[in-house]
């Protein structure tokens, strides 16, 4: 529910977008905008990225390496890169692909 800023009217929804809802008030016709649906959308969101970073790391190989050792073959080297999410409840993900077998993990710091 939005009030309109100018008369303090409540506001009609006049568009609903995907992430997007446009009030507009009755008595003024003032427009405003405001994102929804924040939750749902940061998940799929940070979902999607986390597949693209992913993607271009087994292209391009210059990913530092780190000393851990791999869950599936017990090689001690594995390339890591981590993923900043944005959502506040979800910390940064560390990524880990061992450099023998390419087996991918991730980490939570
Ligand atoms: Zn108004
Ligand atoms: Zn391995």
């Known amino acids: ?31 405003i905008e405001r994102a929804v649906g924040r939750t749902v959308h940061a998940v799929q969101r940070t979902e999607e990225r986390v597949t693209v970073v992913a993607g271009t790391a087994s292209k391009l190989r210059t990913l530092p390496t780190i000393d851990v050792v791999c869950p599936k073959c017990g090689n001690t080297k594995a ?31």
């Open 1 to 31: 529910m939005e009030f309109c800023p100018k008369c303090a009217s409540l506001m009609q929804i006049k568009k609903r977008g995907k992430d997007r809802v446009v009030y507009v008030c009755p008595r003024c016709k003032i427009e």
């Open 79 to 109: 390339y890591y890169w981590v993923v900043q999410t944005r959502s506040i409840d979800e910390p940064s993900t560390q990524f880990y692909e061992c450099t023998k077998c390419g087996h991918r993990w991730r980490e939570y710091s």
